[in-house]
């Protein structure tokens, strides 16, 4: 009889912290909202996939939700390459390595004068104006 009642002291106590722990998820879901379930399918992606991998899918996301707005932009991506075409280029890093002078070409030099002297007279007419 004695096993019993220990038995069952030990069960009522794992119904009574199963139902506070069954009462505070109930809590949190109601004030947070849907939003802890995206929060945990997000943790068990990560525990799934890795982190590396879920980065990965992260960028890969992120590229594919911006593409139709950088599809608008190509054209004007085209002009600025036609307009640093010259003096806008990109080496290999083996290339670099031989020859680390010619990491000044890989500095678009049209757009930062550019840059640099639409900065100068914007201060310039700003400090007349103030």
């Known amino acids: 009889m004695k096993l019993f009642v220990k038995s069952h002291k ?14 505070a998820m109930l809590i949190v879901v109601v004030f947070a909202g849907p939003e802890i379930f995206v929060a945990m399918e997000l943790t068990l992606m990560l525990e799934v996939m890795g982190a ?4 990965m899918f992260y960028l890969s ?3 594919a939700f911006f593409e139709p707005y950088l599809k608008n932009l190509k054209p004007y991506f085209e002009r600025f390459a036609q307009f640093e075409g010259h003096s806008f280029f990109v080496l290999k890093y083996k290339q670099y390595k031989q020859m680390p002078s010619m990491l000044m070409h890989a500095v678009p030099a049209n757009t930062l004068l550019l840059g640099f002297l639409s900065m100068i007279t914007a201060f310039a007419i700003l400090t007349k104006i103030v």
Request: glycine share 0%; net charge positive.
């Open 10 to 23: 030990k069960l009522i106590e794992k119904i009574k912290q199963f139902s506070w722990y069954s009462l």
């Open 52 to 55: 590396s991998t879920f980065c």
């Open 61 to 63: 996301a992120i590229k």
